[in-house]
């Protein structure tokens, strides 16, 4: 008893309940800070604007580097008399010739950092059915990734998804095995399926054809996708604490109209 009475009057301690107000409002700090980074406005008082585009100009031809201003694509030469991309009014419009390209549309700017993201002000214009948008990071410096492919939030018309493709379908030995399997027209194995499902998250999401602000993030190995302001999806995996995420890309598959487009770097 008397060991019990000790040990509580340590806890009534003068110096030890304001330690412990302490820790916990520190806690609800840091917590709160966190939360904070899914906003524009955290952003731009605690991140580096790297890169910003309105796109208020007119592009120069079909090829890669058209639309201007340090965007790429990979996919642009595949199909050079075909305009995937359109600087109209202040708006670029992606229509991707996947087709023909044996590929979606795929257009990249420098990025380069560890920790950060983009806002990105989007609209699907309704123009074609099951629009879809997958935005990321790569890395093509990196080996062992196909393509370089680090981490994606895809927003198809029904759900939102987070996915680290390093350390996952994208991890060349990964692929190898999946492959392997798929020829032999078996079932991947069940350590492989398993070690997969870790490494994305889906949730529920309705599309429309209004325009919106999405924010994503990777901070550590988390991923966010924010969309106006509310917390749609988020993901840990090893993979999104990548050291470099030299690109950021888009992947369009379809039709997809973009306003503007913001990179920050965090660190």
């Known amino acids: 008893m008397a060991t019990l009475l000790r040990g509580f009057d340590a806890y009534l301690d003068p110096f030890t309940i304001p330690m412990r107000l302490f820790l916990l409002l520190s806690s609800f700090a840091i917590l709160h800070s966190a ?3 899914d906003s524009a406005a955290w952003l731009e008082k605690n991140a580096t604007l790297v ?18 201003n340090g965007w790429n694509s990979a996919t642009a030469d595949r199909v050079p008399d075909v305009k995937m991309a359109d600087l109209d009014g202040g708006i670029l419009k992606v229509a991707s010739a996947s087709e023909a390209a044996k590929h979606a549309a795929h257009i990249h700017h420098e990025a380069g950092f560890t920790d950060g993201g983009a806002v990105v002000r ?8 099951g629009q879809s948008l997958q935005l990321g990071f790569v890395d093509r410096e990196t080996k062992g990734i ?22 996952g379908v994208m991890n060349l030995e990964i692929r190898r095995r999946r492959e392997e399997a798929a020829a032999k027209k078996q079932k991947v194995p069940a350590d492989l399926e398993a070690l997969l499902k870790t490494k994305s998250v889906n949730v529920p999401f309705k599309a429309d054809t209004e325009w919106h602000e999405l924010i994503l993030l990777t901070v550590g190995d988390e991923m966010r996708l924010t969309l106006d302001g509310k917390l749609i999806a988020k993901h840990h995996s090893e993979g999104f604490a990548h ?22 770097k965090i660190r």
């Open 35 to 37: 939360f904070s980074q």
């Open 51 to 68: 890169f910003h585009d309105a796109f208020e100009r007119e592009e120069d031809g079909n090829l890669a580097k058209a639309i201007g």
């Open 122 to 129: 989007f609209r699907f214009p309704g123009l074609s059915k």
């Open 146 to 167: 196909w393509a370089g492919h680090l981490c994606y939030g895809i927003l198809s018309q029904s759900s939102v998804t987070l996915v680290d493709h390093k350390t």
């Open 243 to 264: 050291p470099m995420k030299r690109w950021f890309s888009f992947l369009i598959p379809n039709t997809v109209w973009i306003d503007d487009v913001k990179i920050w």
